[in-house]
């Protein structure tokens, strides 16, 4: 995507890059659009660096991310809806899904407390988008259906490898060899 100039329609909810903290984009604010990955936004706003969840998109004028579930009768969460959240969320600069990137090593459900907690890693040790990763899945799970709490713990041991990519991934990626 070229850079673009935009002004926020209304309020719109987004995190500082690469430290994740919750900041609001006042309407009427002008950003300019500097990425556009796996349906979330970087944009430059007052000298800073912040991303714009897809599905927040329509604060900006752009097309949001539709990011629906439905609501089970059964009061739980359930599992499968978890995982399409998480694969809905896209590595900033590699355009492929967290899961299909071998990111997430474990999610657990607990269905006393309506938290789930994803153990997960990084590309790299070093990679300075860990937080806004982090940020970014504890927003999209809490979308899902009697999600009250997520957790996220990140470790690298074991360490990331391409071996945790899916076929897809790779292919995406140019990695398959």
């Not at 899945?137 to 074991?158: A, G, M, W």
Request: proline letters at 6%; a negative charge.
């Amino acid at each position: 995507m070229q850079r673009k100039m935009v002004v926020a329609l209304s309020d719109c909810p987004a995190r500082l890059v690469p430290a994740g903290t919750k900041v609001l984009i006042p309407k009427d604010t002008f950003v300019t659009i500097t990425q556009s990955l796996g349906g979330n936004y970087t944009v430059a706003v007052n000298g800073n660096l912040v991303r714009v969840d897809g599905t927040d998109a329509a604060a900006l004028g752009l097309q949001a991310e539709q990011l629906e579930f439905d609501t089970p009768d059964d009061n739980q969460i359930h599992e499968d809806q978890v995982w399409q959240a998480l694969k809905s969320i896209f590595d900033p600069e590699i355009p492929v899904n967290l899961v299909d990137l071998g990111l997430i090593y474990a999610m657990e459900i607990d269905q006393k407390t309506k938290s789930v907690s994803i153990q997960m890693t990084l590309t790299a040790p070093g990679c300075g988008m860990g937080p806004v990763l982090i940020s970014d899945i504890k927003y999209r799970v809490k979308k899902v259906p009697n999600v009250e709490q997520v957790d996220v713990d990140l470790v690298f041991d074991p360490p990331w490898s391409r071996d945790k990519m899916s076929d897809e991934a790779k292919l995406e990626t140019g990695m398959f060899f």
